[in-house]
């Protein structure tokens, strides 16, 4: 899903309260990397998988967000056409390893699945309601507030395919997932890179 991108209240991506949610956010998605990694080798689950490389590249993401905080609009733009750029690396990335998988004909294990999804539901549904009330700052914070949104939705999905796949002893509902998950990522980072260009040409006609 793409996200809204009407004008709103901005906040400033200096505000102390939004570092330490950033700082929690950071910290968090680094330890479910860990915990999904493991659990996608385990249960051979692509979903899982490309879950736990999107906590991965969120936790990167939250760092560079850390990293502009204060900086000037047009770094933090270009900070965010980056965050943008992985986002779609990671879309790109999920849709050629479901081809390879649904090639190979593995069936992952949806016991495993379905209680790591919930585990990821509960972080990143709890990363999204901190940053909620950032979501109408500029296009970095907007960035953070996307991957939050997908990254809870995406978990949701995880936790069907576990029902899925449980049902069907099949590996479709897990590959159907982590395409879904792709494209969250692709047309997430489309609208970042929309607002993103948006600022750095305002940015460029007021330094003149």
Request: hydrophobic share 55%; glycine share 8%; with cysteine.
């Amino acid at each position: 899903m793409s996200a809204h991108c009407c004008a709103g209240p901005s906040h400033s991506s200096a505000d102390p309260r939004y570092r330490k949610v950033l700082w929690l956010a950071l910290v968090l998605n680094a330890l479910m990397f860990a915990v999904e990694l493991g659990a996608s080798w385990s249960s051979g689950s692509v979903s899982l998988l490309a879950d736990s490389i999107d906590f991965f590249g969120d936790a990167a993401n939250y760092a560079i967000s850390l990293a502009v905080l204060g900086m000037a609009a047009s770094t933090r733009s270009k900070a965010a056409i980056f965050k943008a750029a992985c986002m779609g690396a990671f879309g790109a990335f999920v849709l050629g390893k479901a081809v390879f998988n649904l090639s190979a004909g593995t069936v992952p294990e949806p016991i495993t699945m379905g209680a790591v999804g919930v585990a990821a539901l509960a972080v990143n549904a709890s990363v999204a309601v901190m940053l909620f009330r950032f979501r109408t700052g500029d296009a970095n914070m907007q960035s953070a507030w996307i991957c939050s949104r997908n990254d809870a939705l995406g978990n949701v999905a995880v936790m069907l395919a576990a029902l899925g796949v449980f049902g069907t002893g099949s590996a479709w509902p897990d590959l159907v997932v982590a395409s879904v998950m792709a494209l969250l990522a692709l047309t997430g980072a489309t609208t970042v890179l929309k607002q993103a260009g948006r600022e750095l040409r305002h940015s460029a006609l007021h330094s003149h």
